[in-house]
């Protein structure tokens, strides 16, 4: 698999077909793993580093996980933001140095980081709203890479990590969520301030130091220590239905009490996607928003939920540089995105090979 390969095909995490991804946009679980046997990445060598990777590559290879690798060390700055806005890579692994890399799946389900802040951060996701079977998923392949790696684990403490407030279980149980109706109804500070006193933390599309973008937030736990990883997903599972049902009360109110002008802005919203001839990035997160939660409120009814959902990654500044094949100033990505929505959004079907290769792939890995 090569970079190239990833700008023709999207994550099954986008495809909008697990249960309530109405609002849940995908389930992730992130595992932090360390080997036994070097120190924390930011003590380790250049030497060291290089023979993690070296120790994972063969892990992967005999447990024969069908998962491509790439050299992130060996990127450019381009092809780094672009692992980004995929959700492949951590924006610290992205911008760290040294030897680390990314293994990944076909399907964009599994990605594991190698070298970030800790040798290992596996992670996996799916789309919709399905810990269990995110959990049972990594759980196995948790237990396959374990069979080839000595982990750094105390029989007090459990799993031994870089940063403190991951030992235990290592553990981050996540849900990607879309609350447009709880931000227009101004309810969404005060959903965050409950959260956050049960120690769940509210964080960007992009993780830890992001902010919001196109109304969409990550909910994940703060606790790893203590608690065991079914105990830590079941508060997910029971805090969230309740986050989704004060977001669909909220979108209720939107279309009882504020239907034609909620009906004018989606309408809008569609239209300015699909005519302008230039639209910065902030625009078109917050225009998708508004046409996402118009769908899955019945006010359009030409265009998939899957089709939105790519299109909030497939704008992103990387993605357009790479479809072109160059890389753009500002201005230029602006007139790109706008193009590639217009095409998009004539059919609601990718465009074809031929416009994403049109000048030829730059920074393959």
Not at 219 to 233: F, R, V
Request: proline content about 4%; charged content about 25%; aromatic content about 6%.
């Amino acid at each position: 698999m090569t970079l190239d390969d990833l700008t023709k095909s999207s994550g099954e995490w986008l495809r909008g077909t697990g249960p309530e991804s109405d609002i849940v946009m995908c389930s992730r679980i992130r595992l932090a793993r360390n080997l036994a046997d070097f120190p924390f990445t930011n003590r380790a060598s250049r030497s060291e580093k290089t023979e993690i990777e070296a120790n994972f590559r063969a892990a992967i290879a005999h447990a024969h996980l069908e998962l491509s690798y790439l050299d992130v060390n060996g990127l450019g700055t381009l092809d780094r933001q672009f692992l980004v806005e995929r959700q492949i890579v951590s924006r610290e692994l992205a911008n760290s140095d040294g030897p680390r890399g990314v293994a990944i799946s076909s399907q964009e389900n599994v990605a594991i980081m190698v070298n970030e802040e800790d040798h290992l951060r596996v992670q996996y996701m799916l789309s919709g709203f399905r810990l269990p079977e995110v959990w049972e998923s990594i759980n196995h392949l948790d237990d396959q890479l374990e069979e080839q790696l000595a982990y750094a684990f105390s029989s007090e403490l459990g799993y031994l990590t870089a940063c403190p407030t991951n030992v235990g279980t290592g553990i981050r149980v996540g849900v990607m969520l879309h609350l447009p109706g709880l931000v227009q109804t101004k309810q969404i500070d005060k959903v965050f301030r409950a959260l956050q006193k049960i120690n769940l933390a509210v964080r960007g599309l992009y993780g830890e130091g992001s902010q919001a973008s196109g109304d969409f937030y990550q909910i994940s736990n703060q606790q790893t220590l203590g608690k065991s990883e079914p105990e830590l997903i079941k508060i997910l599972t029971d805090v969230v239905p309740q986050v989704l049902q004060y977001e669909r009360n909220a979108r209720q109110t939107l279309l009882t009490e504020r239907r034609q002008h909620l009906h004018d802005q989606v309408s809008r919203a569609y239209g300015v996607l699909k005519t302008a001839q230039t639209i910065s990035s902030e625009e078109t997160m917050l225009l998708l928003s508004s046409v996402r939660m118009g769908i899955n409120l019945g006010l359009i009814d030409d265009l998939s939920i899957a089709t939105v959902n790519e299109l909030f990654i497939q704008t992103q500044p990387a993605f357009l540089q790479k479809l072109r094949g160059s890389e753009l100033g500002v201005e230029e990505r602006n007139v790109e995105r706008a193009s590639y929505l217009r095409r998009r959004l004539s059919n609601g079907r990718q465009p074809p090979p031929t416009d994403l290769t049109r000048r030829g792939p730059i920074g393959d890995a």
